[in-house]
């Protein structure tokens, strides 16, 4: 499938369920939008969704014979999601695997996205039919990674690591979530579960670290008030620049070397 005006496609995922992926995925788009960015989301996560949720959008998806338009949230960011085809957030979808994948290409080769700097990827957990789907049939600039500072969190993020190489999508960087807690009394920080291995990943694979982000009561708050992108730091403006300056650097690479 081609680009269109999509100039960068990037996957954010972990592998594992549970650390904030989509989370990452909702607030990075929100900072790129804060750095004068165009940017819109593809909810890859088709059993799972919940992007609409944190970023209060309801939908629908419309066709007006040209095409879907995504919805767009009142930041401005474009979106795409299972969500908006089901009749209330609480509707499961039940869908074989062949059904899944499919939807995942008419998401990206279907949809009126327009010019966008970066379509992020919120990819689902596991190493299965989406994720391969994802890989094998979008161009994407490559992917980058989350997890906690948990062992098996590492280890599960290694495994979609390992599958992104083998599949010859570049590794982009890794984002810690849930670093450590900040006490609202005495402000310490407190590394509730335990110290990272980010770095210790970071160069094993030789990829940058893009950041940090702390475990925040303020994000769970915001996510269910459907205003996750009103959410600012400090880490975050840290992590939409290293993204940027790594996405660009990746693509100048991969350029070079056609």
């Known amino acids: ?23 990452v995925t ?6 790129l939008r804060r750095r004068g960015r165009t940017v819109g989301i593809l909810d890859a996560d088709i059993t799972g969704p919940s992007i609409p949720k944190s970023l209060g959008v309801p939908g629908p998806l419309l066709d007006r014979g040209e095409g ?17 085809m ?29 010019t966008l700097d970066y379509l992020l990827i919120d990819m689902p957990p596991g190493t299965s ?9 979008i161009p994407i600039d490559g992917m980058v990674f989350v997890l906690t500072p948990q062992d098996l969190a590492a280890l599960i993020v290694k495994k979609a690591m390992n599958m992104a ?3 010859h999508v570049p590794l982009l960087g890794l984002v810690e979530n849930m670093s450590w807690l900040t006490c609202p009394h005495c402000q310490k920080q407190i590394d509730l579960f335990g110290s990272g291995k980010v770095g210790r990943i970071a160069e094993e694979y030789g990829i940058p670290v893009l950041g940090r982000l702390p475990l925040a009561p303020r994000v769970s708050e915001l996510a269910d008030l459907g205003r996750l992108d009103e959410l600012g730091s400090a880490e975050l403006t840290a992590l939409g620049a290293a ?7 990746a693509t100048k690479t991969s350029m070079t070397v056609l």
Not at 3 to 21: C, E, I, M, P
Not at 243 to 249: Q, Y
Request: proline share 5%.
């Open 1 to 23: 499938m081609d680009k269109g005006g999509l100039r960068h496609v990037v996957a954010v995922g972990s592998g594992k369920g549970g650390v904030g992926k989509s989370a």
């Open 26 to 31: 909702a607030l990075l788009a929100a900072e």
């Open 68 to 84: 879907i338009e995504p919805a767009t949230s009142r930041s401005g960011i474009p979106i795409v999601s299972s969500q908006f």
């Open 86 to 114: 089901v009749e209330d957030e609480q509707t499961p979808v039940i869908w074989r695997g062949p059904l899944v994948t499919r939807l995942i290409t008419q998401f990206f080769g279907s949809v009126r996205w327009g």
């Open 129 to 137: 039919d989406v994720p391969l789907t994802v890989f094998q049939t």
């Open 165 to 167: 190489r083998d599949l």
């Open 243 to 249: 993204f940027e300056k790594t996405v660009d650097e």
